[in-house]
């Protein structure tokens, strides 16, 4: 079933959210200062490709960690969540819609403070 999900999830949207990502990871990789926020949104990139079967584990980070989720979540992690957040709730709207919508919320936790979570 996870497997039909990722699929249908590829068909709408996921793929275009996947390239979104993989763009911002690039671009913040142009610099010296971003490299490590564009590594991450490079992560999150392959886990938006495929997320049906996934869970993020949140908060196992140490003082960088936290410096570098604080930094994120001023400069770019909002940005992120709103638009998670948005895109979920539009999914929600209908029953069919409803697990994608929930992927959804999970990037958005996942926007919020990418360093030191753990995808399983």
Do not use: D, R, Y
């Amino acid at each position: 079933m996870n497997f039909i999900g990722n699929i249908i999830w590829l068909l709408l949207g996921g793929l275009i959210a996947s390239i979104a990502w993989l763009i911002a990871g690039l671009i913040l990789c142009a610099t010296v200062i971003g490299i490590p926020f564009g590594i991450q949104c490079i992560k999150i990139a392959s886990f938006v490709l495929w997320p049906f079967a996934k869970e993020i584990e949140p908060g196992h980070f140490g003082a960088g960690g936290f410096l570098l989720n604080i930094i994120w979540l001023i400069l770019f992690g909002w940005g992120f969540a709103i638009a998670h957040l948005v895109i979920g709730a539009i999914f929600c709207l209908t029953i069919i819609g409803i697990p994608f919508g929930v992927q959804h919320f999970k990037f958005a936790q996942l926007g919020l403070m990418p360093f030191g979570a753990k995808i399983s």
